[in-house]
Nanobody
Framework: QVQLVESGGGLVQAGDSLRLSCAAS????????MGWFRQAPGKEREFVAA????????NYADSVKGRFTISRDNAKNTVYLQMNSLKPEDTAVYYC??????????????????????WGQGTQVTVSS
């Protein structure tokens, strides 16, 4: 049983930065691929970024490449999403997710919702123009 708790969301202006954190408890997540997803009002939940076990590989949505960075600190059992140059279209509830499929560490982490087993409750990010 893994519990995930997101934090760090808030209200910012376009061009500002935020760092989201996802703290895991219940078991170590060092062998899990971890992902960030977001859901804007009236839209489907979409992939944002993912990182493989041990942090060797990452995937990003095209819309956030060059602006967002996913990282992990397995000693703290925590995953981060650094968001720079925020835009109004980044406004959404951001969710942290864990993939317990025990994928090889050299594999690229998945970007599909159905690949993930555990989800946090989300944190709101609002970017004003």
């Amino acid at each position: 049983q893994v519990q995930l708790v997101e934090s760090g969301g808030g209200l910012v202006q376009a061009g500002d930065s935020l760092r989201l954190s996802c703290a895991a408890s219940g078991r170590a997540i060092s062998t899990y691929a971890m992902g960030w997803f977001r859901q804007a009002p009236g839209k489907e939940r979409e992939f944002v970024a993912a990182i493989s076990a041990y942090g060797s590989n990452t995937n990003y949505a095209d819309s956030v490449k060059g602006r967002f960075t996913i990282s992990r600190d397995n000693a703290k059992n925590t995953v981060y999403l650094q968001m720079n140059s925020l835009k109004p279209e980044d406004t959404a509830v951001y969710y942290c997710a864990a993939d317990s499929s025990f994928r090889p560490s050299y594999s690229y982490p998945p970007k599909f919702l159905d690949e993930y087993d555990y989800w946090g409750q989300g944190t709101q990010v609002t970017v004003s123009s």
